[in-house]
């Protein structure tokens, strides 16, 4: 994505913007700052991103999300702390902590960042000349950020690799998908806004594949005659339900990466992250996360590029329980397709040894974190 | 009736009614209603319009003007990534 020029950053779009809702708070209310023609003097003590202190800023008019925001995935990064804190231990958390602050938390996301601006690592500036949108801009939000990943596979672009059928064919959006309810992280029973709905609790996520709570999204959830096998698919009909994840069959090759290392740059004193590897992968492993809510017995893993040595810069040793989680961890692909090489026909699948992720592609040192995952026989040849 | 007679007689018409016109008594307006309010007025909101009225907006004044920008950015500094390989 192309960085905007610098005034294109701050323009605000002063026909439309004044005339929204938003239009009608007073800029200082929100950016503090003084009302002067003179820039220097306007931007005394400004605050450029006033959505950072949603609870002052936002809360008035948005108090329920802005209650539950801090609690979600993208306020908080939980999920990069469920890892963090089982590869570590107590001991080590000041000099976790100070990693995490360097490096992790630039992804941390607050509301401007998805309904006023792009996000900050790409540069930043206005989506709409500051007008609020409701709806995130897939590419210049969404994708923005997730994007080596998901971005890549769902908009098709790996060379040779087409589009997600979802995107190809419907046009769906992340948010079609991914819910405003996950995005602001609801931690709270439904009837909190929904008077009608029956009283329940919702503990905040812990992780994007977070056993405790409901699992959403889910591809059963649109196409539930598939999931039990009760369509006209054959292929669906006679594997015993629960037995592969849907991406097993409908997914095609998607990234992996080796080895991520950071630190902070002694030139520049910038932090900086280097990964070693980044390839495409099709893998097949036993479902390390099994559960209610997850109840597949084999799925698609994907190396992540975790390394025992990534925070070295801080400490010797700080992943000290670096194999109590896979390497090759559960994913779910965003690269759906109706017809895959491996759904070809049966032993497209069944005796295709390359299509497991067995022992002998893992390498040594990471043997131990993998026993979760490692496919010990393959699915043998059936008759067709 | 003469061109001349005719003219004289319409400048004297049109002096008449200015001359009557000019005594006529001032036409009454409406007295403003001052009626005393009944309870105690909300505060006004913080609406850009009651805080900052449109001629002394000026963020909107430069942030709604590309030219502006332009004019009073700081050069840029460029920052080059040290990050090798994919994020």
């Known amino acids: 994505m192309a960085p905007l020029e610098p005034w294109e950053k701050v323009l605000v779009d002063a026909e439309v913007f004044p005339t929204t809702a938003h239009g009608e708070i007073s800029c200082l209310e929100c950016h503090k700052g003084v009302q002067d023609p003179d820039k220097e003097i306007a931007h005394t003590d400004l605050v450029v991103q006033p959505s950072e202190d949603s609870g002052a800023n936002c809360s008035e008019c948005h108090p329920v999300i802005s209650n539950m925001f801090p609690d979600s995935l993208h306020a908080g990064q939980g999920g990069y702390w469920t890892v963090l804190d089982a590869r570590s231990t107590p001991e080590d958390h000041p000099e976790i902590e100070e990693m995490f602050g360097n490096h992790c938390q630039s992804c941390h996301t607050s509301c401007g960042d998805c309904h006023v601006s792009q996000p900050k690592w790409t540069g930043g500036g206005f989506i709409s000349g500051h007008v609020f949108e409701k709806e995130p801009s897939m590419t210049r939000n969404c994708t923005a950020c997730h994007g080596s990943r998901v971005g890549n596979e769902y908009l098709g672009k790996h060379e040779d690799l087409k589009a997600d059928v979802h995107f190809r064919q419907e046009r769906m959006k992340c948010n079609d998908c991914h819910t405003s309810h996950e995005m602001h992280g609801q931690t709270t029973g439904c009837s909190y806004c929904h008077e009608e709905m029956p009283e329940s609790e919702h503990a905040p996520t812990n992780h994007r594949y977070d056993d405790d709570d409901l699992q959403f999204p889910t591809c059963e959830a649109c196409h539930w005659d598939a999931a039990d096998g009760n369509d006209e698919i054959e292929m669906h009909q006679s594997h015993e339900e629960n037995t592969l994840s849907c991406e097993v069959c409908h997914s095609i090759s998607y990234a992996s990466c080796d080895s991520c290392h950071v630190q902070i740059s002694e030139e520049t004193g910038n932090p900086f992250f280097t990964t070693e590897g980044d390839y495409l992968t099709f893998m097949i492993g036993r479902n390390p996360i099994q559960s209610e809510q997850k109840p597949y017995e084999y799925v698609t893993v994907r190396h992540i590029p975790v390394d025992r040595n990534a925070y070295d810069f801080y400490g010797e040793d700080l992943l000290s329980n670096f194999d109590a989680l896979p390497t090759w961890a559960y994913s779910t692909p965003h690269n759906t397709q109706l017809l895959t090489p491996q759904a070809e026909s049966c032993n497209a699948c069944h005796g295709n040894a390359d299509l497991f992720l067995t022992a002998d592609k893992v390498i040594a040192e990471e043997l131990t974190a993998n026993k979760s995952v490692i496919v010990e026989k393959v699915p043998s040849t059936v008759e067709e | ?87």
């Not at chain 2, 007025?41 to 942030?63: I, R």
């Open chain 2, 1 to 87: 009736m003469t061109k001349k007679v005719r003219r004289i007689f319409t400048l004297f018409l049109t002096m008449l009614f200015l001359g009557l016109s000019g005594c006529q008594g001032a036409i009454p307006v409406p007295e403003a209603s001052t009626a005393e309010p009944t309870e105690e007025a909300a505060p006004a909101p913080k609406l850009a319009s009651a805080v900052e009225t449109v001629d002394e907006n000026h963020c909107l004044d430069c942030h709604g003007d590309k030219q502006s920008l332009v004019d009073t950015a700081k050069p840029v500094v460029e920052v080059v990534s040290e990050n090798e390989g994919a994020g």
